[in-house]
């Protein structure tokens, strides 16, 4: 048996590795860093990014002496060479996004505005259909604000903000709601409408179309990157703890492709 780990008077070998990380629930954190590591293998950074990124690392760590340096070494049983792949390896991640998804990312951005848009809207919500038409009738007749009456009568958070809710994507509310919300124009005041357990009274406030600047590029990108890192771990095969006896654990990656398209 190989002694990797020792800790106090308890000795770790190879063998029970796999066994402590399955306990402790830190076997697939492991396959996902691994998967990582496999996709970003190939990937370069300059002299000049390297020294950069060590720098900002080390300076996140609050290690700004050589005496503190070897101290922060140790204290991790890390090498200098794995300190630098560890302080390169965002920008490695953030280069290997750019390279397998930056010429998909517009298309992508078209695939799911429906969802990335943004509303202000305004909400009355009650679990009485004759209230929801009363007060969509007082509204409708200019007898009472929106606002008033969600103040009042409305039995959800709203009702703390005059029914106003947003600004927020469409991906967030009930997809019925979200319908709604689409087909409305600002200002238009939609009858009650069933959504499970509640009538609702919605008015759109505000439309605010998705726009594709950096922000959101890099907000894409990394959720090409997630949903090809969930697949990839889905098809990880985890071994129980008796089975690592036997077979060695597979961590294969995929060649990274574009995403399908959130729902």
């Excluded at 629930?25 to 020294?51: G, S, V």
Aim: with cysteine.
């Amino acid at each position: 048996m190989t002694v990797v780990l020792t800790v106090g008077n308890r000795t770790v070998t190879a063998e029970e590795l796999p066994h402590l990380l399955a306990g402790y629930q830190m076997l697939p954190q492991l396959c996902q860093e691994i998967l990582i590591d496999e996709a970003i293998a190939a990937i370069d950074c300059t002299p000049e990014e390297t020294k950069q990124a060590c720098e900002q690392y080390l300076a996140q760590q609050q290690v700004t002496s050589e005496a503190a340096l070897q101290q922060w070494l140790k204290k991790y049983g890390m090498t200098p060479q794995q300190l630098e792949a560890l302080a390169t390896r965002a920008l490695k991640i953030e280069k290997f996004k750019e390279a397998t998804w930056g010429n998909k990312v517009e298309s992508y951005f078209l695939e799911r505005k429906a969802q990335l848009d943004k509303v202000i809207y305004s909400l009355i919500r009650t679990q009485d259909l004759g209230i929801a038409q009363e007060l969509y009738f007082r509204i409708n007749e200019g007898e009472q604000t929106l606002g008033e009456l969600a103040r009042t009568y409305s039995q959800g958070p709203e009702a703390q903000t005059d029914g106003l809710i947003g600004p927020v994507e469409l991906s967030v509310p009930h997809p019925t709601l979200a319908q709604m919300l689409t087909v409305s124009q600002p200002g238009q005041l939609m009858p009650p409408t069933r959504i499970g357990e509640w009538y609702v009274i919605v008015r759109l406030e505000k439309f605010i179309p998705a726009q594709m600047d950096e922000s959101m590029r890099r907000r894409l990108l990394t959720e090409c990157f997630n949903n090809w890192l969930k697949e990839q771990l889905d098809q990880v095969n985890l071994l129980s703890a008796d089975a690592t006896a036997q077979a060695p654990l597979e961590v294969t990656p995929a060649a990274p492709t574009a995403p399908p398209i959130a729902s």
